[in-house]
């Protein structure tokens, strides 16, 4: 110890200086990427090999409108829309009844059964490709959306319950006892005064299930042969020649995919924050 009394802590300004030049670093890992593709998506593929990081010279405007302009990228993005919107109605449909009883129900097995769901998170989508190619197969769902839907909820029920679950623990007892005495049964409660209060969690954990839904490429990749059922991911196939491939269309193409969900997030981030921590008071 110092002699003289504890050490000088370090000047006043240094911590957040330190954590404005963390925020400035985290900044540009994220928007350089953007901002390089938003640029490769204005120039031609010559001009992207030889002049990766300047600017299009001359400006190709025609890669975006060209997209713009195209049939399939409107289906694409509507496929991507209803599949992600579908998702997220059976994620939650399914998973309301399932938080509830785990969250309002004591029976035998409870703690047991919650952890088997929980256990779900462990498991990467890739590692069940296979058997569930040879599933899907087998109950003719490719080239079927719900061949995508299904699976995915699926998948999306462990985090949607364990968040749920936590909301719905929050709730006091005494709101269900009052609604028991108002002659309200269990389901009653769950419609009529659970999932109205669950509102920012619900919101939460349908935000969840659509981003995941938009941003997911493997499964509808073995799930759609046919062109007609891709969706956005899939779409930057077809710049994809045998020997070549359009890098320039490719970023335009994956720059407008990426504007809807963006702009989603954007006006859902408030309530994915606040429904994630809803339940965070009570165990």
Known sequence: ?????PAPRPAAWLRPLTLHAIAWAVGAFVVVPLGFGLLGGFKDTGQLSAN?????SPWVVSNYTDILASASF???LGNSVFIALATASVVVGVSAPAAFVFARFAF?????LFTIFTAGLMFPFTVAILPLFVLLRTFGLLDNPLGVILPQAAFGLPVTIIV????????PGEIEEAATLDGCG???FLWRILLPMARPAL???SVLAIVGSWNNFMLPLVVFNDPGWWTIPLGVQQFQGQYAADWARILAYVVLAMVPALGFYAVAERRLV???TAGATKG
């Open 1 to 5: 110890m110092n002699r003289h009394g």
């Open 274 to 276: 606040g429904g994630l």
């Open 164 to 171: 749920l679950r936590g909301f719905f623990r929050t709730v």
């Open 52 to 56: 990766p990081f300047g600017l299009p």
């Open 108 to 112: 035998r097995g409870r703690e047991l």
């Open 74 to 76: 409107w289906r694409q």
């Open 203 to 205: 919101a939460t954990v």
């Open 186 to 188: 269990a389901l009653g």
